[in-house]
């Protein structure tokens, strides 16, 4: 779908995630959310708070998933994208603290495999991820997963690539102090989810856009493989769809 702006795009999903909310709520059942960070769901998240300050919409039976975070990262850094969710989301709204889940950037290297094991183990016992919310990154990745990555890939370290690494330099102050990994969900975690709205707002991500959306599927553009999802949308303004 294309909207004329961006606030328009991010209205319309903050408003089906808040029906989704109320609808569960109504039914005495969790929500299950999966959360993005980056600059594109930043006003999905600020129509959220609104929602709850102004006409009452409870995180009570809030449970959330997000993405990533980079590795290691400490969650008081400023980068981090734990400190990312309460600042843009989290501090706001009055979701259970037990309910929010961020991959750790503080586990060992040892033990990180066994960590995101638990991590895929925590989505299955919540009942699946109801709804996710996604970005996209230049090289046409979905959370990390960076060109390259399979299918059916589960929660995992991964190595970030060059362009990615660039377009995180300016928030850590350089080229050579951005991280080198990160945790990811994998492919196979995002496609599990039962619905699925993709965010891609300005020109520099109509290139992307394009071969996202018309693309044949493959592990070179990995937001390809959301074609054969039974209920994905991308979102876009009118500046990320000028080349389709
Ligand atoms: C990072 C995040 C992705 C996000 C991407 C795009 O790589 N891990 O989840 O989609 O950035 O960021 P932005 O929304 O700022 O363009």
Redesign the pocket.
């Known amino acids: 779908r294309v909207f004329a702006e961006d606030l328009d795009a991010s209205k319309s999903v903050a408003a089906e995630i808040a029906n989704l909310i109320r609808q569960r709520a109504a039914d005495g059942e969790q929500c299950v959310l999966g959360l993005?960070?980056?600059?594109?769901?930043i006003q999905v998240y600020r129509e959220l708070i609104r929602l709850h300050r102004e006409e009452q919409l409870s995180w009570q039976n809030v449970v959330t998933f997000n993405?990533?975070e980079y590795f290691p990262m400490q969650p008081c850094a400023a980068q981090s994208y734990v400190r990312f969710m309460n600042e843009q989301l989290f501090d706001h709204v009055d979701i259970r603290r037990e309910n929010i889940h961020i991959p750790d950037g503080t586990v060992s290297s040892e033990s990180v495999n066994d960590y995101c094991q638990r991590y895929e183990n925590l989505i299955e016992a919540a009942g699946g991820i109801d709804l996710q919310l996604?970005?996209?990154?230049r090289t046409g990745?979905?959370?990390?997963n960076e060109p390259g990555s399979e299918r059916a890939s589960i929660t995992r370290l991964v190595r970030l690539s060059e362009i990615?690494r660039t377009?995180?330099a300016k928030d850590f102050g350089g080229l050579e102090n951005a991280p080198r990994l990160?945790i990811t969900m994998g492919v196979g975690t995002i496609l599990r989810s039962r619905r699925i709205r993709l965010l891609a707002f300005g020109e520099h991500?109509a290139a992307i856009v394009e071969r996202s959306v018309q693309g044949e599927i493959s592990n070179s553009v990995p937001a390809t493989y959301l074609h054969d999802h039974r209920d994905v949308t991308f979102l876009l303004d009118a500046a990320a769809a000028s080349k389709l």
Not at 134 to 137: D, E, K, N, S, V
């Open positions: 993005a960070t980056g600059s594109t769901p993405l990533d996604l970005g996209i990154g990745h979905v959370g990390f990615t377009d995180a990160a991500k």
